[in-house]
């Protein structure tokens, strides 16, 4: 099972940045490339503590759908959720906030598993780890810049 570790510094108070990580509506802005819309469960605002919310994307040229949940939201230091529907085995994805001297440091921590027993293992060490970290940076950085910017209003105000 392949496991992604990022850490992003972000110039701004950590409450900020664990509601902007979230936002429904802001994860939209940041997977825009792959046409990622909530179609179900929370689709739009904040997403809390045992809600659900279910992503349509285009991946590899593949429309797919993923249902995942949020299982700890522990505000303002740590949001889990996990994949309950959809393309991969299994997730789970963490989001770990700790203030620091010039704002806060997010860790995240995705931990996942492909389908397809063998197969899923050569497709990740070919392509998904990759493919993921390359998601999960974007997103980082969307969070990032809206957080340090006047931009975060629009999502949580």
Partial sequence: MPVINLETNINAPIERV???ARSVDLHQQSMDHTQERAVGGVTSGLIG???????EATHFGIKQRLTSKITLCERPSHLQDIMVDGAFKGFTHDHYLSKTETGTLMKDVFDFSSPCGLLGVMADLLFLEKYMTGLLTKRNEVI????ESEDWRQFLI
Avoid: I, N, P
């Fill in 18 to 20: 664990f509601d902007l």
């Fill in 49 to 55: 503590l045992g809600e659900t919310v279910t992503w």
């Fill in 144 to 147: 990032r810049q809206a957080a």
